[in-house]
C-alpha cells in the first residue's frame, strides 16, 4: 500500500481536510491525515468519516505549538513506513489532480524538492529555505532518513524552518557520507503553487490558496 499523508489541526482539517481526501479517493490514492487535537476532537471528526475513505491517526499537542502541526508528520513517518511500503507527505491544503505517478520514485528511496536558498535570507532562515517542505517522499528503505529527521528536529526544540532545516541537514548527511540511500529532486508536479495544467498536486501556499485557480481546481477536483 502507498498513502498520500498529511498533518494538521482539527481546525485547519475542517477548512481543507474534505478537499483532500476527496481528492485522493477521486484519484484511486489512500489518504493518511494526521490530526493533532484533542480526543474528543478527533474522536468526532473519526466518526464523521468512514474507515474507507481514509486512514486517521491523532497527533498530541505539546507545547500548544502550531509549528507542531507541521512537524508533526515527519515524526509520525517512520511509524506509518510499517504499514505502507511507500508514502509521499504533502500539505492539507493541496490537493490531488491527477493519479500519483508512484513509478517516478522507482530509482530512488527518498525525494525532496531542493532549491537555493530565497533571496535575502541569512543564517536559519537561509538554511531552512533551502528545502520545501511541501512534498516529500519516503520509500521503507528510508526509515533511517525519516527517523533522523525527526531526531534533528526534536534536538533543535519548537521554531519555525525546523522541518526544512532538518530535512535538509540530515540529507546532507546521508549524501556526503554515502549510507546508501538513492535521492531524486522532487518533480515539480507534486508541489504547484503556481497552478500549472499539468502539474499533479496543486499547493495552497499563503495567499494562493484564496486565489480564483486555485479555488476552481479544488472544486473540479473534489466534484
Not at 482539517?13 to 474528543?40: A, M
Not at 468519516?49 to 509520525?76: M, N, P
Not at 508536479?189 to 495552497?204: A, L, N, Q, R, V
Request: aromatic share 12%; hydrophobic share 35%.
Amino acid at each position: 500500500m502507498n498513502v498520500v499523508m498529511a498533518s494538521c489541526d482539527e481546525k485547519y482539517f475542517q477548512e481543507h481536510g474534505y478537499s483532500f481526501v476527496k481528492s485522493c479517493k477521486n484519484n484511486g490514492e489512500k489518504p493518511w491525515v494526521n490530526i493533532v487535537c484533542p480526543l474528543d476532537e478527533w474522536n468526532r471528526i473519526r466518526n464523521t468519516y468512514k474507515s474507507d475513505d481514509l486512514i486517521l491517526s491523532r497527533g498530541v499537542q505539546i507545547t500548544g505549538d502550531r509549528i507542531e502541526y507541521a512537524c508533526s508528520r515527519f515524526h509520525i513517518a517512520s511509524e506509518i513506513l510499517n504499514t505502507a511500503y511507500a508514502m509521499l507527505i504533502v500539505d492539507i491544503d493541496s490537493f490531488l489532480r491527477k493519479p500519483i505517478q508512484w513509478q517516478d520514485f522507482d530509482d530512488c528511496d527518498y525525494s525532496l524538492f531542493l532549491r537555493p536558498p530565497l533571496p535575502g535570507t541569512v543564517g536559519w532562515e537561509m538554511e531552512g529555505t533551502r528545502c520545501a517542505a511541501g512534498a516529500v517522499y519516503l520509500s521503507q528503505k528510508a526509515k533511517p532518513f525519516i527517523d533522523l529527521v525527526s531526531k534533528t528536529m526534536h534536538s533543535y526544540g519548537s521554531k519555525w524552518f525546523v522541518d526544512q532545516v532538518s530535512l535538509w541537514e540530515v540529507h546532507n548527511h546521508f549524501q556526503i557520507n554515502n549510507l546508501g540511500l538513492r535521492h531524486i529532486q522532487m518533480p515539480n508536479k507534486y508541489i504547484d503553487w503556481e497552478f500549472h495544467d499539468d502539474s499533479i498536486i496543486w499547493t495552497g501556499k499563503g495567499t494562493r490558496k484564496n486565489s480564483v485557480p486555485y479555488l476552481r481546481g479544488r472544486a473540479d477536483a473534489t466534484s
